[in-house]
T-cell receptor
Framework: EPEVTQTPSHQVTQMGQEVILRCVPISNHLYFYWYRQILGQKVEFLVS????????KSEIFDDQFSVERPDGSNFTLKIRSTKLEDSAMYFC????????????FGPGTRLTVL | QKEVEQNSGPLSVPEGAIASLNCTYSDRGSQSFFWYRQYSGKSPELIMF????GDKEDGRFTAQLNKASQYVSLLIRDSQPSDSATYLC?????????????FGTGTRLTIIP
């Protein structure tokens, strides 16, 4: 069964450093998303991406964040200068193909900012 | 602020009983509603979605939607210990699910053997 994959599973970084979180969506999907979940809190939408551009972004997705689909398979989230409050689980999701009602979530990347 | 509200629980239900999970939403423009299950440290996993008023059944799960009351629920029949998880309610303005999902905080469900 096709699945969304994410790497790394856990990333530890120092405050102020740049991180890139990587996702490989399901191959025939057209819509891509990043969500995050701070420990003990709800899943929050960050950004959606369709047709090689951002469709929508939340207030959380400020100038420190960017997304890219560099090669037609990977979908990346970059945080330019990490803050302590960026520590969270980051989930990539994709939608499309024959299952237009389901956003499939990847296993997540746990980001720890020290 | 467009919110999805859930009782955070924990909700404890004996094995074999019916678990009832509730959710309300504030955005009247919401069209589709999703129930996800999330095990600790794992990603959300879709159980089912509903977009029409009334009931929708899938195996042991029944979702109910009342758009007039802005209320969604999930019933789990014949609860099993493996159903112990956090259940997330999510809403979207899209009929197709391609717009962003707005999640509630989740209800933690424990099935007691």
């Amino acid at each position: 069964e096709p699945e969304v994959t994410q790497t790394p599973s856990h990333q530890v970084t120092q405050m102020g450093q740049e991180v890139i979180l990587r996702c490989v969506p399901i191959s025939n999907h057209l819509y891509f998303y990043w969500y995050r979940q701070i420990l003990g809190q709800k899943v929050e939408f960050l950004v959606s991406f369709y047709n090689n551009e951002i469709s929508e972004k939340s207030e959380i997705f400020d100038d420190q964040f960017s997304v890219e689909r560099p090669d037609g398979s990977n979908f990346t989230l970059k945080i330019r200068s990490t803050k302590l409050e960026d520590s969270a689980m980051y989930f990539c999701a994709s939608l499309g193909g024959h299952t237009y009602n389901e956003q499939f979530f990847g296993p997540g990347t746990r980001l720890t900012v020290l | 602020q467009k919110e999805v509200e859930q009782n955070s629980g924990p909700l404890s239900v004996p094995e074999g009983a019916i678990a009832s999970l509730n959710c309300t939403y504030s955005d009247r423009g919401s069209q589709s509603f999703f129930w996800y299950r999330q095990y600790s440290g794992k990603s959300p996993e879709l159980i089912m979605f509903i977009y029409s008023n009334g009931d929708k059944e899938d195996g042991r799960f029944t979702a109910q939607l009342n758009k007039a009351s802005q209320y969604v629920s999930l019933l789990i029949r014949d609860s099993q210990p493996s159903d112990s998880a956090t259940y997330l309610c999510a809403a979207t303005i899209s009929n197709f699910g391609n717009e962003k999902l707005t999640f509630g905080t989740g209800t933690r469900l424990t099935i007691i053997p």
